[in-house]
């Protein structure tokens, strides 16, 4: 079974600074994506960053960028120069063929 | 504490038949959401219900898609008709406010 794990429930962040959400996941297969999704509060899910696990280079999104150890089947998210309007909470997500599984969830919040 | 529960898990329709998908959310959870992923695309947005109204409905992509919240408990989403760019995962989740949801399992819709 596909397993997306997030071990950080909240973490905080001073403006200006970066900050870097962790993720694991569990898969027998070679042929996946990897997502980082926010959601702002009260406000739909946004995509963030998107990996396709069979390329090498890392994936980037202006301030937004990834760290992806596929032998180790991690996928962290970098933020840097955190913003006040990337409060949220972030997701995780693996994909593969139809079958989708997001991880609980961090809860950033950017401190003024 | 039940999670988000969605039904049918998998629905496969023929082309021009109706489908209704049922969520049942957390108890207690005001804010309802309707998402999909339609293959090979990212997760999109489709409406935010609080309660029994409509928070925010500016994803649903036409009007062959009718979401409604009974009481402001369980909610539904129907296609009718379907059609074949209508296949994909239908996700729901349900929020007890701002920065944290939990999202559904997905109900699985194929359209033959």
């Known amino acids: 079974a596909q397993t997306v794990t997030q071990s950080q429930p909240e973490m905080s962040v001073q403006e200006a600074e970066t900050v870097t959400l962790s993720c694991t996941y569990d898969?027998?297969?070679?042929?996946?994506?990897l997502f980082w999704y926010k959601q702002p509060p009260s406000r739909q899910m946004i995509l963030v960053i998107r990996q396709e696990a069979y390329k090498q280079q890392n994936a980037t999104e202006n301030r937004f960028s990834v760290n992806f150890q596929k032998a180790a089947k991690s996928f962290s998210l970098k933020i840097s120069d955190s913003q006040l309007g990337d409060t949220a909470m972030y997701f995780c997500a693996f994909e593969y063929g139809q079958n989708f599984v997001f991880g609980p969830g961090t809860r950033l919040s950017v401190l003024p | 504490e039940a999670g988000v529960t969605q039904f049918p898990s998998h629905s496969v329709i023929e082309k021009g038949q109706t489908v209704t998908l049922r969520c049942d959310p957390i108890s207690g959870h005001d804010n309802l959401y309707w998402y999909r992923r339609v293959m090979g695309k990212e997760i999109k947005f489709l409406l935010h219900f609080v309660k029994e109204s409509k928070q925010d409905e500016s994803g649903m992509p036409n009007n062959r898609f009718l979401a409604e919240r009974t009481g402001g408990t369980y909610s539904t989403l129907k296609v009718q008709p379907a059609e074949l760019e209508d296949s994909g995962v239908y996700f729901c989740a349900s929020s007890p406010g701002p920065n944290t949801i939990y999202f559904g399992e997905g109900s699985w819709l194929t359209v033959v």
């Open positions: 898969t027998s297969e070679n042929n996946y994506y």
